[in-house]
């Protein structure tokens, strides 16, 4: 259940994982003026979540397990599959056209500068990061 979440906030990595994973995932709409609530208009809108405004719909949507499953997705693998949330959220903090310092990353991300630096590594070995000119950037071509 996303109740407040940004445009780009952990809330909706969880939720999209969730949703992976075959787990219903419900959002709180709020005021479309607040941008707390721009992530769970976001979900709302792509589909990723069930629209909830009371505790009666979210008792239904954690019905006994299982029951409220959604149909098996099967589709061709992401690039993000298999990544732990704090490298997810380091890919999202990336970049895609200009190198940006590792400092930089440690505010975008709100990670540690060693976590950042560890998962730059891990990116970079997985082909999604690239070091240029002194900083790091989205890498074109993964794998």
């Avoid at 949703?19 to 005021?31: F, H, I, K, M, Q």
């Avoid at 397990?65 to 599959?81: F, R």
């Avoid at 976590?115 to 890498?139: D, H, I, T, Y």
Wanted: net charge negative; glycine share 14%.
């Amino acid at each position: 259940m996303v109740v407040e979440a940004r445009w780009r906030s952990g809330a909706l990595n969880t939720a999209h994982h969730a949703e992976t994973l075959g787990r219903a995932v419900g959002a709180v709409p709020g005021s479309v003026h607040s941008a707390n609530s721009a992530g769970c208009h976001r979900l709302l809108r792509e589909g990723g979540a069930v629209c909830v405004t009371d505790a009666g719909e979210i008792a239904e949507l954690a019905a006994p397990s299982g029951e409220a499953l959604p149909d098996d997705k099967s589709g061709p693998a992401a690039v993000q599959d298999g990544l732990t949330l704090e490298d997810l959220i380091l890919l999202d903090a990336l970049p895609l056209r200009t190198a940006t310092s590792v400092e930089k990353l440690t505010v975008v991300a709100g990670l540690s500068a060693d976590s950042v630096r560890a998962g730059l590594g891990r990116l970079g070995l997985l082909g999604l990061a690239e070091s240029r000119a002194g900083g790091w950037k989205r890498s074109g071509k993964p794998g």
